[in-house]
């Protein structure tokens, strides 16, 4: 679900403007898209409540990142805007991040927070640009204070 969608409460839009912040200083040139899904019936019934979604477009291709775009899907424990214990709200616990390299014609590679955390697809990023998407993980799940995996 689009991250300006999702953006409910102050600490909800602050962690997510911290999200863009952390991609961006680690990728100075891409330019944040809290809306990256067009808003039509047909994707409002594929919404997923409980992820937060948001894209970075950079100014052309990148050879480095083998992409033009990053989609960075967040998954949470529960729907943002959720209660804690008591009733007093909480931000939600991140379970996983999926970040997909995109150009016009298609997905190029996918890196999701499961395994050994490394892109896979027909184009990888190399290896520098595959290093900072990984800590780019890891600091999202410091951000949100979650339990992590191990990281690569």
């Known amino acids: ?21 952390l991609f961006r200083a680690h990728f100075p040139d891409a330019r944040a898209n809290l809306t990256p ?38 998954r949470l424990e529960a729907a943002p805007g959720g209660s804690g214990s008591g009733g007093t709200r909480r931000r939600p616990r991140l379970l996983g991040v999926l970040i997909r390299g995109l150009t016009y014609e298609s997905e190029r590679w996918r890196l999701a927070t499961v395994g ?18 990984q800590q780019f993980c890891r600091e999202l799940f410091d951000l949100f204070e979650g339990g992590r995996a191990c990281a690569a």
């Open 1 to 21: 679900m689009n991250a300006a969608d999702q953006a409910g409460n102050l600490e909800l839009a602050q962690t997510i403007a911290s999200v863009a912040a």
């Open 37 to 74: 899904w067009r808003d039509d019936p047909c994707t409002r019934e594929f919404a997923d409540r409980e992820s937060v979604d948001l894209s970075f477009h950079l100014p052309g291709w990148s050879p480095r990142s083998q992409c033009r775009s990053f989609l960075v899907q967040l």
């Open 116 to 133: 050994d955390w490394c892109p896979t697809g027909s184009h990888l990023p190399d290896p520098h640009a595959a290093a900072k998407l």
